[in-house]
């Protein structure tokens, strides 16, 4: 790594680029840092540490200790995430997915997982809602096919099944202001007002468990950082609304196949989609950047940089559990024992391997789709 100052970072909720400086970040977001206390907490009440914690995957969190607490005092704990479906799920995607799925057994919590195919569409020219709506029941199956408990998942989108949401969204909207929206994620007198109303949808799930079992009950945001936003708005009004604040563990990027900034669905040959072909994606590996050097003379004699290398976060970030591995593919690397085509194949084969498996669940998940879509209340 250089000491260069990090490249054009930009990060919202719609765009995520350059090289991301997580500790500018943090700051400016004003969240805290992740912690090992927290990280054991969690794990103890799983019984295993997940591979995202070891690896300190969640980089910074709001009152996760709140939430963990409340739990070990008795208390029901919900947990909220969700996707914009505007095209196919990436891995990426599924990080936040993987682990809420962890939460959930370990917590008995019920997951609300909220479908934006009307932000899509309002911030989208090239998608119709139509189009959007349809991907809602698509990127669903990859929700299901992350393991999720059918009793205790409520898929929703907010277009299909805005019946549920809507009473609760007004109210999150009167307590939100034009001014406090426009300078939080920069909206202009040309956007247009579908835009500039979505948020109070995003934010009001915050509160949907609450509201809908009649009592307080504390949630918790899995999701990357880009999401922070909806979150800090949340926070300010919860309380004159009579809920509790909403707790948040964030998590980093996974990068994509090219150098820098994070895997993202709008650069579609440096991303590996969930419905790729296998043997599609393992040649995508073979393209990707990674930290090797110009010859393989200089490799030999160098060493690789796994530091930089996107080939090595795939592992670190869901490819190779066994820690004890990892830090010896970081040492051979380091020392010009293996070369990035070495590397390269091994992954490629994980990652086909992985696919063949996630696309077998993913087509099961159709069977069992109603099941997991929100139900009214009883
Ligand atoms: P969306 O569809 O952009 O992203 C869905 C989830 O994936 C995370 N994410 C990533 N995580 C790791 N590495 C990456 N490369 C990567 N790219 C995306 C996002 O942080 C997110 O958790 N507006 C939202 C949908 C939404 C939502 C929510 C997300 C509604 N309610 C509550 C999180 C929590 C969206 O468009 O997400």
Same mark, same amino acid.
């Not at 260069?4 to 930009?10: C, G, I, L, R």
């Not at 809602?129 to 393991?147: F, K, M, R, S």
């Not at 909806?230 to 009004?237: F, Q, S, V």
């Not at 309380?239 to 909403?246: A, V």
């Given at each position: 790594?250089?000491?260069?100052?990090?490249?054009?970072?930009?990060?919202?909720?719609?765009?995520?680029?350059?090289?991301?400086?997580?500790?500018?970040?943090?700051?400016?977001?004003?969240?805290?840092?992740?912690?090992?206390?927290?990280?054991?907490?969690?794990?103890?009440?799983?019984?295993?540490?997940?591979?995202?914690?070891?690896?300190?995957?969640?980089?910074?969190?709001?009152?996760?200790?709140?939430?963990?607490?409340?739990?070990?005092?008795?208390?029901?704990?919900?947990?909220?995430?969700?996707?914009?479906?505007?095209?196919?799920?990436?891995?990426?995607?599924?990080?936040?997915?993987?682990?809420?799925?962890?939460?959930?057994? !370990?917590? %008995?919590? $019920?997951? &609300?997982?909220?479908? =934006?195919? @009307?932000?899509?569409?309002?911030?989208?020219?090239?998608?119709?809602?139509?189009?959007?709506?349809?991907?809602?029941?698509?990127?669903?199956?990859?929700?299901?096919?992350?393991?999720?408990?059918?009793?205790?998942?409520?898929?929703?989108?907010?277009?299909?099944?805005?019946?549920?949401?809507?009473?609760?969204?007004?109210?999150?909207?009167?307590?939100?202001?034009?001014?406090?929206?426009?300078?939080?994620?920069?909206?202009?007198?040309?956007?247009?007002?579908?835009?500039?109303?979505?948020?109070?949808?995003?934010?009001?799930?915050?509160?949907?468990?609450?509201?809908?079992?009649?009592?307080?009950?504390?949630?918790?945001?899995?999701? !990357?950082? %880009?999401? $922070?936003? &909806?979150?800090?708005? =949340?926070? @300010?009004?919860?309380?004159?609304?009579?809920?509790?604040?909403?707790?948040?563990?964030?998590?980093?990027?996974?990068?994509?196949?090219?150098?820098?900034?994070?895997?993202?669905?709008?650069?579609?040959?440096?991303?590996?989609?969930?419905?790729?072909?296998?043997?599609?994606?393992?040649?995508?590996?073979?393209?990707?950047?990674?930290?090797?050097?110009?010859?393989?003379?200089?490799?030999?004699?160098?060493?690789?940089?796994?530091?930089?290398?996107?080939?090595?976060?795939?592992?670190?970030?869901?490819?190779?559990?066994?820690?004890?591995?990892?830090?010896?593919?970081?040492?051979?690397?380091?020392?010009?024992?293996?070369?990035?085509?070495?590397?390269?194949? $091994?992954?490629?084969?994980?990652?086909?391997?992985?696919?063949?498996?996630?696309?077998?669940?993913?087509?099961?998940?159709?069977?069992?789709?109603?099941?997991?879509?929100?139900?009214?209340?009883?």
């Amino acid at each position: 790594m250089t000491d260069e100052p990090k490249k054009n970072m930009e990060v919202t909720p719609w765009k995520v680029s350059g090289d991301i400086d997580y500790d500018k970040l943090m700051v400016q977001f004003g969240v805290q840092s992740m912690n090992d206390e927290i990280a054991d907490k969690l794990a103890k009440h799983a019984g295993f540490k997940h591979l995202q914690l070891r690896r300190g995957v969640y980089l910074s969190h709001r009152d996760t200790d709140w939430w963990i607490k409340e739990y070990e005092k008795g208390n029901k704990v919900g947990l909220y995430t969700g996707r914009g479906p505007s095209g196919h799920v990436h891995l990426g995607h599924l990080l936040p997915w993987f682990f809420c799925k962890y939460l959930q057994d !370990a917590f %008995d919590a $019920d997951l &609300y997982f909220q479908m =934006t195919d @009307d932000e899509k569409f309002l911030h989208r020219d090239d998608l119709t809602l139509e189009a959007a709506v349809a991907l809602t029941y698509e990127n669903a199956l990859d929700v299901i096919a992350c393991g999720l408990d059918p009793e205790k998942t409520h898929i929703f989108s907010d277009a299909d099944h805005i019946q549920h949401l809507y009473k609760l969204g007004l109210k999150v909207a009167k307590r939100t202001t034009f001014s406090t929206v426009r300078a939080v994620f920069g909206f202009k007198n040309s956007d247009n007002i579908g835009a500039i109303w979505h948020p109070a949808l995003q934010m009001m799930v915050c509160f949907l468990q609450s509201e809908r079992e009649g009592k307080n009950i504390p949630c918790l945001i899995p999701a !990357a950082i %880009d999401q $922070d936003p &909806y979150w800090r708005i =949340t926070r @300010d009004i919860a309380e004159k609304m009579g809920y509790y604040k909403p707790a948040q563990i964030h998590a980093k990027f996974l990068p994509g196949l090219a150098e820098g900034g994070k895997m993202s669905a709008s650069q579609p040959d440096t991303a590996i989609f969930t419905t790729d072909p296998p043997k599609e994606a393992g040649k995508k590996v073979m393209r990707a950047y990674t930290g090797g050097r110009d010859t393989v003379e200089e490799q030999r004699k160098l060493g690789g940089r796994p530091e930089v290398c996107n080939v090595y976060a795939y592992y670190y970030f869901l490819f190779e559990d066994d820690d004890q591995r990892l830090v010896e593919r970081e040492v051979s690397c380091k020392s010009g024992e293996i070369l990035c085509g070495h590397c390269k194949t $091994d992954l490629a084969v994980r990652i086909e391997v992985f696919l063949t498996d996630f696309q077998e669940k993913r087509e099961a998940a159709r069977e069992v789709l109603d099941q997991f879509i929100i139900k009214p209340v009883e």
